[in-house]
């Protein structure tokens, strides 16, 4: 194989022989060389060689490479200047003399050239190599390292030591011996240093935690912070440069200083710095990028830390805040626990107090209430007896004790607390100390401590609630004693509560008793007054039948009468198809039978005329007793009028047969008035009113028959309104007048007397006669005035009579003569007229003596006494009972004309008979006797016959107006 000399060789540039470029090529071919060496060779290959004053191997990118190798002695003159490895070097030839301008470079020496350009360029290939190597690892390095820092700032580690580790790293990456981190507070102007490593003692981190930018105007720190760019350079002169001064707080100068900013979002967070003291440490621009970088991703790494240390910080204090909140709460817990223990005690107590258990129990159940909430293993009560003499012990759990007796008070504990009313807490040395000093004694065993409470209730102690600890480790305190005192007012008010209850229960033993004794007092009146409340139901039911019936007949009276009445209307009324009807009955002639055969017998006959009448109809018809003689039929739901027809047809005939009383026969009749139902009634009292109007058409077409309220019947009662009107509007006008009839002696026609007759010059109807006015005035209450009217046109007119001594006889209506004042009255208006009052008569009928007779008897008595004298009209066709005339001073009787009109010329016939005995009995009462409507000479002659002298009527005058008798002057 062919060597590279052999290669070589033929083409080798070198002046001179061989061998020597040989030399040449063959070191710089194969010897191991490093850029320097290469450098060195090359030199010497062109001094030697060349003939070079001197040789220069330049590289472009850096110094170290080059070499110069210079020959002393001579001064350059030419330079050659030879680009090698594309320009990346140059080889720099000087030479001495001009031998340079035609330089001849031989081949060989060219080829080393040439060899010399082709190491180089693989030195450089290689030297380029390594670098990039090298820096690669380098990055490495620093990725690592920020990784690591990273990893740091989520360590555990504390800020310290993080940063700790921190300058480990950085100290690895560059030379960082003497390294700080100052943090800055740019509002402020402050910075600290979290970590600080310096070999110099007196560094600015000796000035305290935070030092102020105002402080230290000249730090290189505080220009980096306060520049935010970073600085580099031996202390001294960078100062200088910066035109700081010199501050020897600020330690030792450096032989180099860099610091960089932590920068976040624009602003200066802090610097990194480290700093050399040692002349072979220096700090290059790649330092600084390097710490620039590192920097960063301190702050970042400290940011982090600080705040998850401030976020621990904060944790910490929250934990702390809440174990501080719990700790209050499970204080209060406790403190409401004990509270709730303590209400759960009293209130065990409270209900203790009002159970009914024994009071043996109580004070058990006091004591395990209280044993609840401290330690009562040994506790008694003590009470003080009623009259406050002596002490009891009602209730004792001992362990050393078995009782504690009975005793006056004296001098003991327990006493003392009674005494003084306040607890005593005491330890046995304590107690002995009173004992030796006398000043109390202790029954039963002395305990190690001792204490009591009183049982106070309104400021009197009732006893003391004692507990006491043989056990010298148990002892009391305030609390136990706040405990039992709060127990003992408790046992206090209950103690008081079960006295009052124990109390209560005696009296409310005693209170049973009476109640029970007053019970049975009780039951005994009850059963009286319901045996009472009996008889008066009874009485009452009594009562009630009583009022709605007739007491003579037992049937309905007229107030069941009108209710039922009532009730049959409303049924009409609300269904216009139910027809009924009343029937008003009145027994003819019933007063006469009355009067004749008396009371006892007029009731006989009413109860059987009521009952054959009731005989007549059937449910629901019912038949009741207005009173006296007067009865009423309901017919309830009639067809038609004829069924109320047929009743009263029925009655009539029921009442024809004679009734037997005794041992007489009675013959009755009745008159029957019938209302039928009709839409214009209203009231039950219409329909009887009608029934009764219609009885008395009846009664005057001749009684025992029976007639129809009709529309003639209406009609009349409605003229009597009118005629009330009428009456009202007459008196006003003053149209009644007085007409005379004379009364004469029948012997001769002598005028004796005259009969005011009242007449009523109507204004349209003419002269109306009494009959058609009379009743309806008496009815409706206008009889007196018209009365008085008429007397004083009567006493106006007898002074003028023809007759000077006749006397004029006035009708006073039998209403109007029980007014007690009319005898006043007249007598008066008498005088006033000066009348002689023997000149004026008055006549009354029997109804006016029969109502009232002591007062018609006074009143007649007062006239006569004056001198007016009474006479009895109409007599004979009342109820007139002979008897009771000799008990009214009357004058005179006068026969009613009925009679008079059935005399007969023999005499014969009842009227006669009655005129006699009239005319008898007045002879022995020294009475007057008067006929009235003797109308023929045959009546006359018989009336005289009759021994009856005195009489009145048509036969010798007409009632005619007191004028027309007036003298004539
Ligand atoms: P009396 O008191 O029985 O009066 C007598 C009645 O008989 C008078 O009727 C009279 O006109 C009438 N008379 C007289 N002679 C005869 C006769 O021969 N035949 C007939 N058939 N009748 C004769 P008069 O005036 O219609 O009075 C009727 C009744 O009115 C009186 O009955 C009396 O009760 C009453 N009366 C009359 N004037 C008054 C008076 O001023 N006041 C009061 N309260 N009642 C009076
Ligand atoms: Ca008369
Ligand atoms: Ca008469």
């Excluded at 050399?276 to 440490?281: A, I, K």
């Excluded at 006398?438 to 204490?451: D, I, P, Q, R, S």
Aim: net charge negative.
């Amino acid at each position: 194989m062919q060597s590279l000399m052999d290669r070589l060789r033929p083409q080798c540039p070198v002046r001179g022989s061989w061998s020597e470029a040989d030399e040449w090529a063959w070191a710089l071919a194969t010897r191991r060389l490093d850029l320097d060496e290469l450098a060195d060779l090359a030199a010497r290959f062109a001094i030697e060689r060349l003939g070079c004053h001197s040789a220069r191997l330049h590289l472009k990118d850096a110094t170290p490479a080059a070499s110069t190798v210079a020959d002393a002695a001579s001064e350059p003159t030419t330079v050659l200047a030879i680009p090698l490895a594309d320009g990346q070097a140059e080889l720099t030839l000087s030479f001495a003399d001009s031998t340079a301008q035609n330089l001849d470079i031989p081949d060989t020496a060219g080829a080393c050239i040439d060899l010399l350009d082709l190491r180089l360029r693989d030195l450089l290939a290689l030297r380029q190599l390594r670098s990039e190597a090298q820096a690669a690892q380098r990055n490495e390095h620093l990725q690592q390292a920020l990784y690591a820092i990273a990893d740091l700032a989520y360590s555990d580690l504390d800020l310290r030591e993080m940063l700790a580790r921190v300058h480990e790293i950085v100290d690895r990456l560059t030379y960082a011996k003497n390294f700080y981190i100052a943090l800055y507070d740019d509002a402020r102007d402050v910075m600290y240093f979290p970590y600080f490593a310096d070999d110099d003692d007196a560094s600015i981190s000796r000035a305290g935690p935070e030092v102020a930018g105002s402080d230290y105007p000249n730090s290189l720190t505080f220009a980096v912070l306060h520049g935010g760019t970073s600085l580099l350079g031996p202390s001294q002169p960078l100062r200088r440069q910066l035109g700081l001064g010199d501050d020897i707080r600020l330690g030792r100068e450096c032989v180099d200083w860099l610091g960089v900013p932590m920068l976040h979002g624009g602003r200066v967070r802090g610097a990194v710095v480290v700093q050399s003291y040692d002349e072979d440490h220096r700090y290059s621009e790649d330092d600084r990028s390097l710490l620039a970088f590192v920097a960063q991703h301190i702050l970042s790494a400290v940011t982090r830390k600080q705040t998850q240390d401030d976020l621990e910080a904060a944790v910490m204090r929250r934990t702390n805040e809440l174990a501080e909140a719990n700790a209050a709460l499970r204080q209060e817990v406790g403190e409401r626990e004990r509270v709730q223990h303590l209400q759960a005690a009293q209130y065990r107590i409270a209900q203790l107090a009002s159970e009914s258990g024994s009071v043996d129990s109580f004070y058990a159940g006091v004591h395990t209430a209280v044993a609840g909430l401290l330690n009562a293993r040994n506790f008694f009560i003590a009470l003080v007896s009623d009259d406050g003499t002596e002490l009891h012990f009602p209730y004792l759990v001992d362990e050393r004790d078995d009782a504690l007796l009975s005793r006056r008070l004296t001098n003991g504990v327990t006493e003392w607390v009674l005494r003084n009313q306040r607890p005593l807490l005491a330890t046995a040395d304590e107690m002995r100390a009173l004992i030796n000093a006398g000043e109390m004694v202790v029954f039963g065993t002395l305990a190690e401590c001792w204490l009591g409470v009183p049982l106070l209730l309104d400021n009197r102690a009732l006893g003391v609630m004692v507990v006491q600890s043989y056990d010298s480790d148990r002892d009391y305190g305030p609390a136990e004693q706040e405990i039992l005192q709060f127990a003992s007012f408790h046992v206090a008010t209950a103690l008081e509560r079960r006295q009052t209850h124990e109390r209560l229960r005696l009296a409310n033993i005693e209170l049973e008793k009476r109640v029970e004794h007053r019970t049975h007092e009780l039951k005994l009146a009850n059963a009286d007054l319901r045996q009472q409340i009996v008889v008066r139901e009874q009485a009452e039911s009594r009562l009630q039948h009583e009022a709605l019936h007739d007491a003579l007949t037992g049937l309905p009276n007229r107030a069941a009468l009108l209710g039922r009445l009532e009730r049959a209307l409303t049924r009409y009324q609300q269904d216009p198809t139910r027809l009924f009807a009343v029937l008003f009955l009145d027994l003819d002639r019933f007063k006469v039978v009355n009067d004749s055969v008396g009371h006892l017998l007029g009731d006989e006959l009413l109860i059987e005329a009521g009952r054959r009448i009731a005989g007549c109809v059937r449910e629901p018809d019912s038949v009741a007793r207005l009173g006296g003689d007067e009865f009423t039929i309901l017919l309830e739901d009639i067809r038609s009028v004829e069924d109320a027809s047929h009743v009263a047809s029925r009655v009539l005939a029921a009442l024809i047969d004679p009734i037997r009383i005794g041992e007489k026969e009675i013959y009755t009749s009745a008159s029957i008035g019938i209302a039928l139902t009709h839409p214009r009634y209203t009231r039950p009292e219409e329909l009887l009113r009608d029934a009764d109007v219609a009885m008395y058409r009846a009664k005057a077409h001749g009684r025992q028959r029976f007639e129809l309220f009709d529309e003639q019947l209406r009609q009349e009662a409605l003229n009597v309104l009118d005629m009330e009107s009428d009456l009202r509007r007459a008196l006003g006008r003053h149209e009644f007048e007085p007409y005379l009839q004379p009364i004469v002696r029948l012997s001769d026609g002598a005028v004796l007397g005259f009969e005011a007759l009242l007449r009523w010059r109507h204004s349209s109807r003419g002269l109306l006669l009494p009959a058609e006015f009379l009743a309806v005035a008496e009815d409706s209450g206008n009889v007196e005035q018209i009365d008085w009217q008429l007397y004083e046109q009567v006493l106006r007119a007898i002074p003028d009579l023809a007759e000077p001594t006749a006397y004029v006889g006035i009708n006073v209506s039998a209403r109007h003569f029980r007014s007690p004042d009319l005898a006043q009255s007249l007598l008066e208006m008498i005088a006033a007229y000066r009348v002689p009052p023997s000149r004026v008569r008055v006549e009354v009928t029997e109804g006016a003596l029969l109502q009232n007779p002591e007062q018609a008897c006074s009143t007649m008595l007062s006239l006569r006494d004056a001198g007016v004298l009474t006479s009895l009209d109409d007599f004979g066709t009342g109820y007139s009972s002979l008897s009771y005339l000799h008990r009214f001073p009357l004058h005179a009787l006068k026969i009613d004309r009925s009679f008079v009109a059935e005399l007969k010329s023999d005499l014969s016939g009842s009227s006669a008979a009655v005129v006699r005995a009239i005319r008898a009995l007045a002879g022995s009462l020294n009475m007057e006797v008067i006929a009235e409507g003797i109308e023929t000479q045959l009546q006359c002659d018989a009336l005289m016959r009759l021994e009856c002298s005195i009489g009145q009527g048509f036969l010798f005058a007409l009632p005619r107006p007191a004028q027309e008798l007036a003298r004539r002057h």
